[in-house]
Nanobody
């Protein structure tokens, strides 16, 4: 079992930056693949970025490439999403997720945080 708590969301102007954090409970954080998803009102939850457990290999949704950076600190049981050059279309609730293997699919992740709101004004 792992519990996830996101933080760091907020209101930012277009072109600005935010860093989201996802703090995990439990002693086996490093064994989990982690990911960020987001969900805008009226839309399905979509994949943003993922990072594997031990090697830390990463993969991004096309719209996140070159603007977002996913990372993790296994010693602190925390994952991060550094978001730069934010656009109004990045506005959504951002969720962190943990699973047994890296995937871009919602159904492959067993544990979810409660979400943190990111709003980008134009």
């Amino acid at each position: 079992q792992v519990q996830l708590v996101e933080s760091g969301g907020g209101l930012v102007q277009a072109g600005g930056s935010l860093t989201l954090s996802c703090a995990a409970s439990g002693r086996t954080f490093s064994s989990y693949a982690m990911a960020w998803f987001r969900q805008a009102p009226g839309k399905e939850r979509e994949f943003v970025a993922r990072i594997s457990g031990s090697l830390g290999s990463v993969y991004y949704q096309d719209s996140a490439k070159a603007r977002f950076t996913i990372s993790r600190d296994n010693a602190k049981n925390t994952m991060y999403l550094q978001m730069n050059s934010l656009k109004p279309e990045d506005t959504a609730t951002y969720y962190c997720a943990a699973g047994s293997f890296s995937s871009t699919l919602v159904r492959h992740y067993n544990y979810w945080g409660q979400g943190t709101q990111v709003t980008v004004s134009s």
